[in-house]
């Protein structure tokens, strides 16, 4: 066998095994779905599960990087089903208006808020001036219990 075709063979084996195992993580991600009842997609799962392959080494990046590449390219023509549908029914979306639109606004400001609130205690918790009051209250008391 020549050295052109092996490469060109190993490829086509990358290729159909990168997406066999993205196709793996989807099913298995669908299966996570249909028990446990949450309301999260099954491809969120897959995802979730192709993430947590990938940062434990379980799944190697070159094992899928082919196949993702392929699916990257052609994400534009996978989102046309989606866009034909919102056009399909705007006069619909447009009709329920306020019932799409006032759970996101509330939602994206809770969640701000959430995480705004979050960050300034985390920060605060680390701030060197919240460390230096810790060590100042213990000096305190250890000359208290001293004395």
């Not at 099913?27 to 028990?35: D, K, P």
């Not at 491809?43 to 379980?58: A, D, E, Q």
């Not at 089903?81 to 619909?92: A, Q, R």
């Not at 959430?114 to 300034?120: A, M, P, R, Y």
């Amino acid at each position: 066998m020549k050295i052109v075709e092996k490469v060109v063979y190993d490829s086509k084996i990358i290729f159909i095994s990168s997406l066999v195992i993205l196709s793996i993580m989807l099913y298995l991600g669908n299966l996570i779905a249909y028990y446990i009842p949450s309301g999260v997609p099954g491809s969120i799962w897959g995802l979730l599960l192709l993430f947590l392959g990938l940062t434990t080494r379980v799944i190697h990046l070159n094992w899928i990087y082919l196949g993702a590449s392929l699916l990257i390219r052609f994400m534009a023509v996978l989102f046309v089903p989606v866009s034909v549908g919102i056009i399909k029914y705007s006069d619909l979306l447009i009709e329920q208006i306020n019932i799409l639109l006032v759970p996101n606004i509330v939602s994206t400001c809770v969640t701000l808020l959430v995480i705004g609130f979050l960050g300034h205690y985390l920060y605060q918790m680390q701030s060197f001036t919240h460390k230096r009051k810790k060590v100042i209250k213990r000096r305190e008391n250890q000359v208290k219990q001293a004395n």
